[in-house]
């Protein structure tokens, strides 16, 4: 009999998605294209509370109509599964990458049946997004399983298609269900069960019309093998994972960026900086693209001097310089971190940042404004005592930090944050005159702290590079830990210390590279220390005393 | 007013006799019932069988030109309840919740329902929340069942199998005096499929007619000496009477095969897994031809045992597909087969998965292990889920690197008025200096126990997230105990077991009552302090007014969840303060799902219609945000995510709001409360300006622009755009 591996059985379509996204909408044009063609079709899922942004699958299955039904039948109509079954799925759609990823560890998506259609864009989970650095899963990678696990990948942002459409997701994605030709059907059945559902019939049908056309490119590079014999993958996309448009300008703007760093670094920097940018020639050429991009940036947060000694800082650490041809692993990483520890974000580089054009000019575009329509910007802003004094010269500073009345006053005045209109008359000229301060900076309290601590560290550095290279590279990058504002700042703090004196106590072992850069990702798993004290009693043998020890006075 | 609307599929309720409807489960469950001359229906909303209370009330017209009366039932329990309207009067009772939390509640009631017997059909829809997508503690209605002496339904998953279920239900009710559950899978309950048709029937009697005629029958009442005749009755005629009618109507099915002397026995509910596993061992087909008999029991309860003695007869091995546990089935059958000394060798949970969803690939497996040692030679298929998950051929072999995939676990939606409860509670707790004991409740606040929020440590059951804290009271300690209650939860008991309880006994409670004006979990269903107008229900009935009802003298209404600050302070005062006693905040803002819903097309409108219209979005600067997401962890809002660093010097992902953001404005509030960073701005874009926004955005473009020329030219220096 088996009657199921000679083909008598139904079209299997698994679809993953989030709940919120549509699943549903799809699952029911997919039953009602099937039905009017005359097949029978059931559809189910088990939305329940996963409807609330959790990821959910729906599950449509299509028995072609009585084709070689046999005489006898225990039942008069087919008998439909209410599982996809692993191995047995013909179509898998998954509406974000890592759905798609899901869609193969479950068994749904394998080589040798199943369709995968699935959107590029990432939706990210909430445990990427609470790394305190970048927990976000390997999009490169899930791209490449895709490709390997299906018999066949069709891939697109199809999220952005939609977008442009006005639409959603499940419009774009039905479109590439069609496009994609693993079904029966023509493209006209496809549109009519768009029609029939009757609601923003337009946008949907349009979100359809660029899905459709993704899913037909054909593939414009040969696919990469597969493991273990089991032939060419036919793929739908190029060789390069599909990244978002933005993130493909950037690349495109970086790789710019570095050739005119190494051919004529004049052009990347301003009139006033000019002799800079000619010093950068000194440095190994892999560095030089970081470094004017640090020249730049020290310029414009207080002055030419500035970068002076920004250059004079990366040229300590460049003598030591050993991967001379190589990456210059040590230079680039301290003409990025030195950079970015000399621009400490304090409130008159904030409002600096506030007030620029170019600022104001993304936020309309990303309000979808447009020109000549009224736009208000509120800045959520929340001074904290120590940031106030920290902006002051420093003598004063110190004074009103000791002040118990000045504390009051101003704990009592931002307790509950201030809101600022930048695009108002008053809110503007508010945040203008603080950036006006900037001459102010040198003299503050926390100017003369972050000098210190930066020749600290760099001091360190030097020391440690002769001995163990990778040891001091990693120091460089520890600068990292170094982030946030307020709490999360002087967190931060507290593990850069800890991560200083670990470097130290390190230095010597065989190892010490290495264990630093756990050290590093232990500071960075949580708000409040105890996975480094955890790590540092692992890694060093002893108990961090609850004394912290102190690198910046 | 529900999530989501049925007004057009409801309908397909008014069709009449030979009409094919395509329909999803619970609208042809709501056919059914008219078609069976129906003349009540309550219940309790809950997944999978919310919509089921969304179709009825959708469907109220159609209800009320049959006379059919319908409740939104304030518990499982009154649900329950109302079935005595069947205990002296013919009247078809039908009602729905959630299986088996709702069993649980309903229990009282049912026992004293069944015990006495009814004389109207009384059907209870039970859907059936199981397996994957389920949220309840795994268990099985069987046992309900059986202790109350209730007929257990579980139609194979076919429309109009589900359809004859509700109709025979009721039918089996009348014949054997006894309420019947009919049990809906998961999936089934949003099962899309056909049936066809018949005539809606206007009940025999009325609500109506059974209030102008009142009866009663002592001996229909629990209590002595009528209770132990009750139990007498159950045995003596009322299983006799069940029994013969599933016999009679052929309730369960036999399907005969030719490999005659092994057999399988399966819940009517499995059926359709069974025939797939059945299929891709190449012993049944799409018709359900098995070459393997089968016995599907479409009753599960009473198990009728001369069909089973006739189904096993000269057979050698028999396996009873049955899932969940413990393994009532089974049992049952074993004790059957040894009493009438049969030989066939049973076998079910030693081949199959003991505890756990019994999938196609549960299935599959363990139907392989039964014939491959029953009946080797009938096994012509070998899925590919059958090989070992590490062998390369397997759709289980490693083929994605397992870091790359996270768990998505449900969450609050973008703009969810609970998020700043949360966040605020978190302040709260970092400002006192204490962490507490956060007794949490059943409800979408029951997410607040995952990232980013972490708080809730127990959760008793639906309503009783107070009385979850009531033991843990204590004068001597220093600090309180905090308990959480959505208002679904506080009206369905939360008020008399929670708060009346901890007024009573003194306890020194922090009770918070989060009141998004819906049942929001279930689908937005109204509950009695909704603040909508609703054209059938009671609304607008303060939580704040209920609890100093029952005496408690702390109470307080926060009318805007989405002010953090505010929020945290009253956490703190409450948490702080020297007066002893519960004390309760009423959390309050409106359920964001479903004010979207509201608003959207309103704001469409006015901008249509050339109206001054405010659009607000949340946006962070990149340039400021130094990537350390600590606003997402006192967030974890889906429109609060992260993209990749613009700045070439920096490599981790800043945070960004993305155009989903509906402009709550938790994360300014967050950024204020939580001291956070200066990144964050809100949007204000107007769409129809008047003259003086006009004028106004001149003024302040010259102004900003001749301000801002001296910075632009000063960074031109040194800057290359």
Request: glycine share 8%.
């Amino acid at each position: 009999m088996s009657s199921w591996k000679s083909g008598r059985r139904p079209i299997t379509i698994a679809i993953l998605a989030m709940g919120g996204e549509g699943g549903g909408v799809l699952s029911d044009w997919i039953v009602s294209v099937g039905e009017a063609a005359g097949y029978t079709a059931q559809s189910t899922s088990v939305a329940g509370v996963a409807q609330r942004t959790g990821a959910t699958v729906y599950y449509v299955e299509l028995f072609p109509p009585s084709e070689k039904a046999p005489a006898e039948r225990a039942r008069p109509e087919p008998v439909l599964s209410l599982f996809p079954t692993p191995g047995e799925v013909d179509i898998v759609i998954a509406s974000e990458l890592m759905e798609a990823g899901r869609a193969i560890q479950r068994g749904f998506c394998t080589p040798d049946r199943t369709t995968l259609i699935a959107s590029t864009n990432r939706v990210y989970a909430i445990t990427e997004r609470i790394a305190l650095g970048d927990g976000r899963a390997d999009s490169d990678q899930l791209i490449q399983d895709a490709r390997a696990a299906a018999k066949r990948f069709v891939g697109a942002n199809f999220m952005h298609l939609a977008e442009q459409a006005r639409s959603v997701i499940s419009a774009s994605l039905f479109g590439a269900l069609a496009g994609s030709a693993a079904l029966p059907f023509t493209r006209e059945q496809f549109e009519a069960a768009v029609r029939t559902s009757g609601k923003a019939v337009e946008a949907s049908l349009a979100a359809f019309a660029l899905g459709f056309d993704a899913a037909r490119q054909p593939a414009p590079t040969p696919a990469p093998s597969r493991p273990a014999g089991s032939g060419p993958v036919p793929v739908a996309i190029g060789r390069r994972p599909p990244h978002d448009a933005a993130a493909e300008a950037a690349t495109a703007e970086e790789e710019r960026h570095r050739t005119l760093a190494a051919t004529d670094p004049g052009q990347l920097v301003g009139p006033d900086l000019q002799a800079q940018a000619a010093r950068v020639a000194e440095f190994p050429e892999p560095a030089r693209s970081m470094l004017l991009h640090g020249c730049v940036r020290t310029a414009v947060y207080q002055g030419v001097s500035y970068t002076d000694r920004y250059l004079a800082r990366v040229a300590r650490v460049a003598a030591l310089e050993s991967e001379d041809k190589g990456a210059a692993r040590l230079t680039t990483g301290t003409a990025r971190h030195a950079a970015l520890w000399m621009c400490y974000q304090d409130t008159i580089h904030v409002a600096l940042q506030k007030i620029r054009r170019r600022r104001i000019a993304g936020i309309r575009e990303e309000a979808h404004a447009k020109s000549g329509q009224l736009m208000q910007v509120r800045e959520y802003l929340h001074p904290q005592i120590d940031e106030i004094t920290d902006t002051l010269p420093t003598r004063l500073g110190r004074w009103l930090a000791g002040s118990a009345p000045f504390r009051r006053v101003v704990t009592k005045l931002t307790r509950n944050g201030m809101v600022v209109n930048t695009t108002s008359v008053a809110g503007f000229t508010a945040l203008w005159v603080m950036a006006l301060m900037r001459p102010l900076r040198p003299r503050s309290l926390r100017f003369g702290r972050e000098q210190a601590g930066i020749d600290d560290w760099l001091d360190l550095v030097v020391r440690t590079a002769p001995d163990d290279y990778d040891l001091a590279c990693e120091i460089v990058e520890c600068q990292g830990v170094l982030k946030g504002y307020g709490q999360t700042h002087s967190h931060g703090s507290e593990s850069f210390a800890v991560l200083m004196d670990s470097a130290r106590r390190l230095a010597g072992r065989p190892d010490a590279a290495s264990a630093l850069a756990r050290l590093r990702d232990a500071a960075l798993a949580d708000d409040d220390g105890t996975t480094l004290r955890a790590a540092v009693t692992s890694v060093l043998g002893e108990r961090l005393s609850d004394e912290r020890p102190t690198l910046m006075r | 007013m529900a999530e989501r609307s049925f007004a057009t599929e409801v309908q397909q309720l008014r069709h009449g006799a030979g009409t094919t409807l395509h329909v999803e489960g619970i609208l042809a469950v709501t056919k059914a019932l008219l078609q069976s001359g129906v003349a009540y229906v309550g219940g309790y909303q809950g997944a999978p069988i919310s919509h089921l209370m969304d179709v009825l009330g959708d469907a109220r017209e159609i209800l009320q030109e049959l006379d059919v009366y319908f409740e939104n039932s304030a518990s499982e329990a009154t649900a329950a309840a109302m079935l005595a309207a069947s205990v002296h009067y013919p009247l078809r009772g039908a009602i729905t919740f959630k299986s088996t939390v709702g069993l649980n509640v309903a229990s009282d009631a049912l026992a004293n329902l069944a015990s006495g017997g009814v004389t109207g059909g009384a059907l209870v829809i039970l859907g059936e929340d199981y397996g994957e997508g389920s949220s309840i503690m795994q268990e099985r209605s069987h046992a309900f069942a059986m202790k109350s002496q209730m007929w257990l339904l579980d139609p194979r998953p076919n429309i109009t199998a589900i359809v004859e279920a509700v109709e025979t239900g009721f039918e089996l009710s009348e014949a054997s005096n006894t309420p019947v559950m009919l049990q809906l899978r998961l999936r089934s309950c949003h099962m899309h499929g056909a049936f066809v048709a018949k005539d809606n029937v206007r009940p025999q009697m009325t609500i109506k007619d059974a209030i102008e005629q009142p009866k009663r029958d002592p001996s229909r009442i629990v209590l002595p000496p009528a209770s132990f005749l009750h139990e007498q009755e159950k045995i003596g005629s009322r299983w006799p009477a069940a029994v013969e009618f599933i016999r009679e109507r052929g309730l369960n099915e036999v399907f005969a095969g030719d490999a005659a002397d092994v057999g399988i026995i399966v819940q009517g509910g499995l059926y359709n897994t069974l025939n797939r596993a059945l299929e891709l061992l190449g012993c049944s087909d799409a018709y359900g031809n098995t070459r393997i008999p089968l016995y599907v029991m479409n009753v599960t309860y009473p198990v009728v045992d001369s069909e089973i003695l006739e189904f096993c007869e000269g057979k050698r091995a028999v396996l009873m597909v049955e899932e969940g546990q413990p393994d009532y089935l089974e049992q049952n059958l074993h004790a059957i087969l040894r009493r009438a000394d049969a030989r066939a060798v049973l076998h079910g949970k030693d081949l199959l998965p003991i505890a756990g969803e019994y999938t196609a690939t549960a299935v599959t497996r363990g139907l392989s292990a039964f014939l491959n040692k029953y009946r080797p030679e009938a096994v012509e298929g070998a899925p590919a889920l059958l090989l070992p998950d590490d062998d390369p051929g397997s759709p289980f072999a490693p083929r994605v690197e397992p870091k790359a995939v996270h768990g998505r676990p449900p969450g609050l939606c973008t703009g969810c008025p609970e998020r700043p409860i949360f966040s605020a509670l978190k302040l709260a707790e970092r400002e006192t200096g204490k962490q507490h004991h956060i007794s949490a409740d059943i409800g979408c606040h029951l997410f607040s126990i995952n990232e980013p929020f972490n708080l809730g440590a127990t959760t008793m059951g639906y309503g009783l997230g107070s009385a979850g804290a009531a033991a843990l009271n204590s004068a001597e300690a220093d600090r309180r105990t905090i308990a959480v209650m959505g208002d679904g939860g506080f009206w369905h008991n939360g008020l008399t077991s929670g708060v009346g309880n901890a007024v009573f006994n003194g306890t020194d409670q922090v009770l918070l009552v989060v009141d998004n004006e819906y049942a929001a979990a279930t689908g937005g269903q109204d509950v009695l302090s909704s603040q909508a107008d609703n054209p059938i229900r009671s609304t607008k009935h303060p939580i704040e007014k209920a609890v100093r009802g029952v005496g408690v003298t702390w109470a307080k209404t926060v009318t805007n969840t989405y002010k953090v600050g505010e929020l945290r302070d009253l956490f703190v005062e409450a948490l702080t303060s020297k007066q002893r006693g519960p004390k309760v905040i009423v959390a309050q803002s409106e359920c964001q799902l479903n004010r979207q819903r509201r608003v959207k097309p309103e704001t469409n409108k006015k901008i249509k219609e050339g109206k001054r219209v405010v659009r607000q979005r949340f946006g962070v600067d990149a340039d400021t945000c130094t990537g350390d997401h600590a606003c997402i962890r006192v967030s974890g809002c889906p429109s609060l995510t992260i993209k990749p660093n613009p700045d070439p010097m920096r490599t981790d992902p800043v945070a960004t709001v993305i155009d989903s953001c509906v402009g709550c404005g938790v994360c300014g509030a967050n950024a204020h409360a939580a001291s956070l960073c200066p990144s964050f701005y809100r949007t204000d874009v107007v769409v129809n300006e008047t003259w003086w926004d006009r004028a106004l955005t001149k003024v302040r473009t010259a102004w900003i622009r001749a301000l801002s020329a001296p910075v632009e030219r000063r960074a031109a220096k040194y800057e290359v755009v």
